[in-house]
């Protein structure tokens, strides 16, 4: 089995995707806060399921389930994830006074093989549960992988988290943060 079935795709689509993805979970005139989030996954325990994030969401990342769907001509699977940690909306690598608890995502994962070497995979992570500050939260994560030698993957994630109003304490800090990085990742 892969390694948490990689997720890779480096293409206009991917990109057109991401802002999809941004677009549907931060409606305009929005009255809750919604931060985006981007950063990488690495590996614990492939095969235990069992990873770290970095970057906008700090924490840890487990698969809870995963189903295959279709080998051919694209890899197809469907499943479950959980995550434990934080919303770093400062950006400054802490969960020191952000919003912390858990989300519960579904996944639905792409992927195309040559033999058993991946070529480019992609995952769509909607939110589908949460708790502690996450209680009542919605967003979506669009997760990459690409290859990058051998059997290793880098994996990138790209999305948006919106909280639900009085979740999560807000202040004008954190608002500039969450502008440069909107401004700044990506471009």
Same mark, same amino acid.
């Given at each position: 089995?892969?390694?948490?079935?990689?997720?890779?795709?480096? &293409?206009?689509?991917?990109? $057109?995707?991401?802002?999809?993805?941004?677009?549907?979970?931060?409606?305009?005139?929005?009255?809750?806060?919604? *931060?985006?989030?981007?950063?990488?996954?690495? @590996?614990? #325990?492939?095969?235990?399921?069992?990873?770290? @994030? +970095?970057? !906008?969401?700090?924490?840890?990342?487990?698969?809870? !389930?995963?189903? $295959?769907?279709?080998? &051919?001509?694209? *890899?197809?699977?469907?499943?479950?994830?959980?995550?434990? !940690?934080?919303? #770093?909306?400062?950006?400054?690598? &802490?969960?020191?006074?952000?919003? &912390?608890?858990?989300?519960?995502?579904?996944?639905?994962? %792409?992927?195309?093989?040559?033999?058993?070497?991946?070529?480019?995979?992609?995952? %769509?992570?909607?939110?589908? /549960?949460? =708790?502690?500050?996450?209680? /009542?939260?919605?967003?979506?994560?669009?997760? =990459?992988?690409?290859?990058?030698?051998?059997?290793? @993957?880098?994996? +990138? *994630?790209?999305?948006?988290?919106?909280?639900?109003?009085?979740?999560?304490?807000?202040?004008?800090?954190?608002?500039?943060?969450?502008?440069?990085?909107?401004?700044?990742?990506?471009?």
């Amino acid at each position: 089995m892969l390694q948490h079935l990689p997720r890779s795709l480096t &293409s206009p689509a991917l990109i $057109a995707v991401a802002a999809a993805a941004l677009a549907q979970a931060a409606p305009a005139g929005a009255k809750t806060p919604t *931060y985006p989030v981007s950063g990488k996954q690495v @590996v614990v #325990d492939a095969d235990k399921g069992i990873y770290k @994030v +970095n970057g !906008g969401l700090i924490g840890d990342w487990t698969i809870t !389930g995963f189903k $295959a769907l279709a080998k &051919s001509p694209l *890899y197809k699977g469907k499943g479950s994830e959980h995550f434990s !940690g934080c919303l #770093d909306r400062a950006r400054d690598g &802490s969960c020191a006074g952000d919003p &912390s608890g858990t989300l519960d995502f579904t996944f639905t994962y %792409w992927a195309k093989f040559k033999g058993d070497t991946l070529v480019w995979g992609s995952c %769509w992570h909607p939110v589908s /549960g949460g =708790t502690g500050a996450f209680k /009542g939260a919605d967003g979506v994560i669009v997760m =990459t992988d690409t290859p990058v030698g051998g059997a290793d @993957v880098a994996t +990138n *994630y790209i999305g948006s988290i919106t909280l639900k109003k009085g979740s999560a304490r807000t202040s004008p800090s954190h608002a500039r943060a969450a502008a440069v990085a909107t401004r700044t990742c990506g471009a």
